[in-house]
């Protein structure tokens, strides 16, 4: 009898959203939830590239989502406000190596990047948001800030990083530069448009990993 094969479940939207190595977890995760979104996958690898991807991209036939993901920002849109900075975030497993970068929209030069040993997208995004604004601030600048993420935007808005992160040892660090962050946003106003990148038309944000 051939050896089962082993898949990897994604759990974008659930309980907990994560990678889970077995269906009695991924069940776990988004039994009783409302909306839940989840999807296997063959191989680690590719469940930890479409995690930090938007579910939608991965809900229709393999081939159409491959060309959604695939499909370049176009210079030409009216719609983009190219003098903007954008930032995104990269996480290797949620938790796992994390890391989040801001670069010039236009140009895609890269203005700013953090690595940590441990972290969660949401707290990449949120950092990248507000070290973008500290930035911008010192270059005494008011251009925008384009993010991918909904739940960072909102988390800036209340000035606060609602993250269920454990803090240990392997965080604290983080968790300094996430109490930095909360408090400069609270010392601090600016005028920057926060502003929603449109990866439905648009294709990937310029400040994304390439992973996906």
Known sequence: MAKKKKKYYVVWQGHEPGIYDNWTECQRQIKNYPDARYKAFSSLAAA??????DYRSHMGSSKAAAKKRQRPTDPNSADIKWKSIAVDAACSGNPGKMEYQGVDTATGQQLFHQAFELGTNNIGEFLGIVHGLA?????KSNL??????????KWVKDKKCRTKLKRTKRTEY???LI???ET???NNTFDN??????TENWGEIPADFGRK
């Open 48 to 53: 930890e590239e479409a995690y930090g991807d």
């Open 135 to 139: 930035f911008l601030q010192q270059q």
């Open 144 to 153: 925008p800030i384009y993010t991918d993420s909904k739940i960072a935007m």
């Open 174 to 176: 983080l968790y300094q």
């Open 179 to 181: 109490a930095r962050a």
């Open 184 to 186: 400069w946003l609270k």
């Open 193 to 198: 448009p926060l502003l929603k990148w449109d």
